[in-house]
């Protein structure tokens, strides 16, 4: 089976680019988070929907970040315009509501210059 | 919402030999989900192991356990017969409804 999927893996970017992570989870999974990882903030979750409806978003940075989630299998995580201080890996997880795991992607790494 | 303290920035432990990472939490919600995640140095983050809060008796995965003290708001995970290959970051994390939060990690090493 497919896990979830996260496109581009590593990206490297101007600051003041606009960056839009794509994330695929799983099928027949109807929740869907975004987190951010760095060295000094760890693991921190960005976004979380439900059936495809963001539930809270209190853990987005600010303004400059935004995510949708059109459909059920297709989220994207948009930053615009890129700062240095957004270098980090970025993970999508998706899990299947009142289970009890949340599998995550591989990350996508972006590194803002 | 939930805190989640891991207290061992770093560990280490012989091979073959048992290991214990701590995780505290504190939350108001009767109900929540423990977890513990291992985050080689691939990055990839995998799922090792789920406790409920109402779940009697301690979750265990093969050489993974967890020590579920529900008053201390404390679970720990157990790794027993340390593998090389156990060597990476460890996260714990307590979800409430699909709101999952994170520790800051421990780094396990391995010792041959």
């Known amino acids: 089976d497919a896990g979830v999927i996260q496109s581009p893996r590593h990206e490297v970017t101007e600051m003041g680019q606009e960056v839009t992570l794509r994330c695929k989870p799983i099928s027949g999974h109807n929740s869907l988070f975004w987190y951010r990882q760095t060295m000094m903030r760890g693991l921190e979750l960005l976004i979380y929907?439900?059936?495809?409806?963001?539930?809270?978003d209190s853990g987005m940075p600010e303004d400059r970040f935004s995510a949708k989630m059109p459909n059920a299998s297709f989220s994207t995580l948009k930053i615009q315009p890129s700062e240095p201080r957004d270098s980090a890996v970025y993970f999508c997880a998706s899990s299947l509501r009142h289970r009890n795991t949340i599998y995550f992607g591989e990350g996508s790494w972006l590194t803002v210059v | 919402a939930q805190k989640i303290t891991q207290t061992q920035p770093g560990m280490f432990v012989q091979e073959k030999e048992a290991v214990t990472l701590d995780c505290t939490y504190d939350?108001?919600?009767?109900?929540?989900?423990l977890f513990w995640y291992k985050q080689p140095s691939s990055g990839e983050m995998i799922f090792l192991i789920y406790q409920g809060s109402y779940d009697q008796q301690n979750a265990t995965e093969g050489r993974y356990s967890l020590n579920f003290q529900k008053a201390r708001k404390s679970a720990n995970l157990v790794i027993s017969a340390s593998q090389l290959g156990d060597s990476a970051m460890y996260f714990c994390a307590t979800a409430n409804n699909n709101d999952m939060r994170f520790g800051a990690g421990t780094r396990l090493t391995v010792k041959p």
């Open positions: 939350t108001s919600d009767p109900s929540y989900g």
């Open positions: 929907f439900n059936n495809n409806v963001p539930i809270d």
